[in-house]
């Protein structure tokens, strides 16, 4: 008679294994139910946290005579030895007992490899990534009930562990941040650090270059070093050599206008406003070295056909807009 590893997995453990998968997806958010069910019953806390442990440490786990031995009549035999194979070729053993703990953990690993898609890039960790394409931004709402608006063309790395922990690799967030003084909350880029004072901020790393406007409340920049505090109506710039800052007085209404559909300059660098741009609409744009420098400033609309809006582009800087194989671009 076969035995059906199966049924020895509690209903119990078959919804911890459910949730602990739903979980890797970064745009899971329905913490509340989660913490529903795990309250509801201590055999829900002890199934989710074993799981979650065997996931953890799933390849550093020891053998287990149980778990790789057949039960025979006689004498055990040792396997044949297993040689690694990209893409194996998959055939049944003869009926046996396997272990529970056994069962568990290849049931994670099989789970875990159906799950992988674009844009979740999983560590062994508890971090995991999100990358966004070009004119494709994502919301995503963090447990603590903060939430990251990243712009298109970004990356940005987050811990399930702790919300209140941020890395933006490369690109664009805009950060309404839900403040608590016992739990700052911290965003690192490029070497830095941002600690929020109840806030709404955008925070853009974009070609050696690092910039935080506040709409609400303030950020301290490098508590520990710099310890300069940005209250809302600034923005500042740094270069993460630390070679030059600049500290410029903006509107707050003008922080995270990409959200919005309209992108409002008062004296930004327009090399960082063509890769904005390009983020939030996928208009592949750029500007030459000689213009990059040029401060602009005006207002554009997002919604607009894009020889237009680059053409409106052009026309506010001073530039001269070129269409080539690889986009557009504006020089002088």
Same mark, same amino acid.
């Given at each position: 008679? #076969? ?56 390849? %550093? ?9 057949? +039960? ?40 875990? %490899? ?78 830095? +650090? ?42 500042? #710039? ?9 500290? #410029? ?74 269409? +080539? ?8």
């Amino acid at each position: 008679m #076969t035995h059906d590893p199966s049924a020895a997995m509690g209903a119990a453990e078959t919804a911890a294994l459910d949730w602990l998968m739903r979980q890797r997806d970064p745009a899971f958010n329905d913490w509340e139910a989660f913490t529903d069910w795990l309250s509801a019953n201590p055999a829900h806390q002890e199934a989710y946290h074993e799981l979650a442990a065997l996931d953890a440490d799933l390849q %550093a786990l020891p053998a287990r005579s149980e778990d790789i031995w057949p +039960e025979t009549h006689g004498a055990p035999v040792a396997p044949a030895p297993i040689t690694p194979d990209p893409q194996p070729n998959v055939t049944p053993l003869p009926p046996h007992r396997v272990s529970r703990r056994a069962w568990i953990g290849g049931a994670i690993a099989a789970s875990v %490899a159906g799950i992988i898609g674009i844009g979740v890039m999983q560590s062994p960790s508890d971090s995991y990534r999100v990358q966004t394409a070009m004119g494709q931004p994502q919301v995503v709402k963090l447990a603590d009930g903060s939430e990251i608006a990243v712009n298109g063309g970004s990356s940005v790395k987050l811990s399930r562990s702790d919300p209140r922990r941020v890395e933006l690799e490369d690109g664009q967030v805009l950060l309404t941040v839900v403040h608590s003084d016992t739990a700052p909350f911290r965003v690192s880029v490029g070497g830095a +650090e941002l600690v929020d004072v109840g806030t709404v901020f955008d925070v853009t790393r974009n070609d050696g270059r690092i910039s935080v406007a506040v709409s609400e409340g303030a950020v301290v920049y490098n508590p520990q070093a710099a310890n300069l505090r940005i209250d809302a109506g600034y923005r500042f #710039t740094a270069r993460e050599d630390g070679s030059a800052t600049d500290m #410029t007085a903006i509107s707050p209404a003008a922080v995270g206008g990409w959200r919005g559909g309209q992108l409002i300059y008062d004296g930004v660098r327009l090399g960082d406003v063509a890769a904005e741009v390009s983020r939030t609409t996928g208009i592949a744009l750029r500007a030459a070295p000689a213009a990059s420098g040029v401060l602009f400033r005006g207002a554009l609309r997002t919604d607009l056909p894009e020889e237009r809006l680059v053409s409106d582009l052009a026309a506010l800087s001073g530039t001269s807009a070129t269409k +080539e194989s690889g986009g557009w671009t504006l020089s002088r």
